[in-house]
């Protein structure tokens, strides 16, 4: 409540990025294996403390999220579709045995976060106020099992652009020297083990001078995935295309946020389908999609045997088209149709 009439923070929000800049608090709460998650609270936010036996430490038991808080055109602070982040929460967890957070703590602590560094939260136009909800296996385990307790944290941080390049087009390599993730595998959960396995492929790709990595099906390599923190989008004679969720897809909230805005608001026909590469190559437009990188468009593809750029290396009328209405509805500069945003009250 007295958040609301909090000045500002003295940062300068033309030069954000996506980094971490620390904030009052952070959100924190606890439960054993087999029981009930207890009422968590806010707490400074720091370092945390943990054995070193800790599930998370040694085995990789974790799982996040990513959520973005905007000031908007309502002269409020909101969020964008919460309830499908707490959903995704929780079934990463089951994935990697971790006791899921029920949906209403997870949005309530996610309100309550930003509600307590509600001056950190950018002015509009100027970037976010990124969420990182994270569950960890905080307590000690030596074999391989699940640990026996577990902490719930949401920390936050004003961001900026994901990529330097703000909404230039991005430069991206096809890799088939790395998967992203395997059939029947963990990469259609958002477990913090597919990050740490794509750091490497991602400096390679960097090194070479490109933006980022895409990643093609492990079975056959014939059909394209995704980006290592994005999905991914083409566009080919007014259709619009993405690879279906089969299980090594993660099911980004944005990629389902312009699947709906495509064929609701703009009336297009929309495809979700194995794409093969050699057809992704032929799109009029390619884009990327996700919470950080909000919807970025794609000029330059080069595969082991070429570079092909993609609408001459601009962003296509219909991306500009989908990124618009998804930020304007993100920061209420029109009507939410979809019923999508919560704001923090
Ligand atoms: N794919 C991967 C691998 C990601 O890490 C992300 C980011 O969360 C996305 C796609 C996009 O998901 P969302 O739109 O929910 O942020
Ligand atoms: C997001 O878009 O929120 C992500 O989690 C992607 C990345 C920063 C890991």
Not at 22 to 50: F, Q
Not at 130 to 148: E, F, K, N
Not at 280 to 306: Q, R
Request: aromatic fraction near 8%.
């Amino acid at each position: 409540m007295v958040a609301k009439e909090k000045q500002l923070q003295n940062i300068n929000w033309d030069k954000l990025t996506f980094s971490i800049t620390p904030t009052r608090s952070m959100y924190e709460a606890h439960c054993e294996i087999d029981g009930e998650w207890d009422e968590g609270k806010l707490v400074s936010y720091g370092n945390v403390s943990m054995s070193p036996a800790a599930g998370v430490l040694n085995y990789g038991q974790g799982i996040f999220e990513g959520m973005k808080a905007y000031r908007s055109a309502k002269n409020r602070v909101v969020l964008f579709r919460p309830e499908k982040n707490a959903l995704r929460a929780a079934t990463s967890a089951e994935r990697v045995c971790i006791p899921p957070v029920p949906k209403k703590m997870f949005i309530d602590a996610c309100k309550q976060i930003v509600r307590d560094n509600i001056d950190y939260v950018p002015p509009r136009g100027k970037g976010s106020l990124y969420l990182r909800p994270v569950i960890w296996g905080t307590g000690p385990v030596l074999g391989v099992a699940p640990a026996p307790s577990y902490t719930f944290l949401v920390y936050v941080s004003p961001v900026g652009p994901y990529f330097k390049s703000g909404v230039k087009c991005l430069n991206l390599r096809i890799t088939n020297q790395f998967h992203r993730a395997a059939p029947k595998g963990t990469g259609g959960h958002k477990v913090i083990g597919n990050y740490a396995a794509s750091l490497f492929p991602r400096k390679l790709v960097k090194k070479a001078g490109f933006d980022d990595a895409i990643y093609v099906n492990a079975a056959n390599e014939k059909f394209i995935e995704e980006l290592g923190s994005a999905n991914l989008f083409a566009i080919k004679d007014n259709v619009l295309m993405t690879p279906s969720l089969d299980g090594s897809i993660l099911p980004g909230i944005t990629r389902d946020s312009v699947l709906i805005i495509a064929r609701d608001l703009l009336h297009m026909e929309v495809r979700e389908r194995s794409i093969e590469i050699k057809d992704f190559l032929c799109a009029d437009e390619v884009f990327c999609s996700g919470t950080a990188v909000v919807v970025t468009p794609v000029g330059k593809i080069t595969t082991n045997n070429a570079a092909t750029t993609i609408n001459k290396n601009k962003i296509g009328p219909i991306t500009e088209k989908i990124r618009k209405l998804l930020l304007d509805i993100q920061r209420e500069e029109i009507e939410d149709p979809f019923g999508w945003i919560h704001p923090i009250n």
